[in-house]
Antibody
Framework: QLQLQESDPGLVKPSETLSLTCTVS??????????WAWIRQPPGKGLEWLGTVSYRGTTYYKSSLRSRVTMSVNTSTNQFSLTLTSVTAADTGLYFCARQYTVRGHCSGVTCLRDFDQWGQGNLVTVSS | NFLLTQPHSVSESPGKTVTISCTRNGGNIASDYVQWYQQRPGSAPRNVIYEDTQRPSGVPDRFSGSIDSSSNSASLTISGLMTEDEADYYCLSFDGANQGVFGGGTRLTVL
């Protein structure tokens, strides 16, 4: 059974870079049926899609974060990662990694993306000095 | 971009039926598929509806999704409410501008 596990960066200082890795076990990141996504949840608030990446390097990012975010897949380690630069307190929250089903044909871009069918447990990232 | 607006909270008694709405502001609700997620306290979200009306395996048929173009909204209906259905519910859609947007979430209380 596929499992996802986020790394634990814990505390990150303001203006520094947040780096998270999601380790995939029980399956491979190499798939044209699934992409890999990051979603976060500020304390006591709702979910926010941050972006989605394929093992081939196709990326889709939330527009408001595009200047600060990078996502990639490492096929050698079966992991995918999120890097967020110049963090502030507003970036504090529970960060989830997830697998996202994708379809081909009669669609383009993120309209080919479907549901998040597997999730990591989530890891709390706190931005504070 | 667009917004998805959900009621902050709904409540209903066990055994009853509840409907949670998700109204799209900007664009046509029927243009892009809507998904629904259930999040119980302390847990990761779980998909309960995909492609507007489809139910993943393992999700009870008490859960159903629909689209109403006249109100430009999607709805999640849960019938035969059980205490285990008490959770936060989020709608989500992806659009042609390559953006994914979650609704603000609805807290369902089963009294």
């Amino acid at each position: 059974q596929l499992q996802l596990q986020e790394s634990d960066p814990g505390l990150v200082k303001p203006s520094e870079t947040l780096s998270l890795t999601c380790t995939v076990s029980g399956g491979s990141v190499i798939s044209d049926d699934y992409y890999w996504a990051w979603i976060r949840q500020p304390p006591g608030k709702g979910l926010e899609w941050l972006g989605t990446v394929s093992y081939r390097g196709t990326t889709y990012y939330k527009s408001s974060l595009r200047s600060r975010v990078t996502m990639s897949v490492n096929t050698s380690t079966n992991q995918f990662s999120l890097t967020l630069t110049s963090v502030t307190a507003a970036d504090t929250g529970l960060y989830f990694c997830a697998r996202q089903y994708t379809v081909r044909g009669h669609c383009s871009g993120v309209t080919c993306l479907r549901d998040f069918d597997q999730w990591g447990q989530g890891n709390l990232v706190t931005v504070s000095s | 971009n667009f917004l998805l607006t959900q009621p902050h909270s709904v409540s209903e008694s066990p055994g009853k039926t509840v409907t949670i709405s998700c109204t799209r502001n900007g664009g046509n609700i029927a243009s892009d598929y809507v998904q629904w997620y259930q999040q119980r306290p302390g847990s990761a979200p779980r998909n309960v509806i995909y492609e507007d009306t489809q139910r993943p395996s393992g999700v009870p048929d008490r859960f159903s999704g629909s689209i109403d173009s006249s109100s430009n909204s999607a709805s999640l209906t849960i019938s035969g409410l059980m205490t285990e259905d008490e959770a936060d519910y989020y709608c989500l859609s992806f659009d042609g501008a390559n953006q994914g947007v979650f609704g603000g979430g609805t807290r369902l209380t089963v009294l």
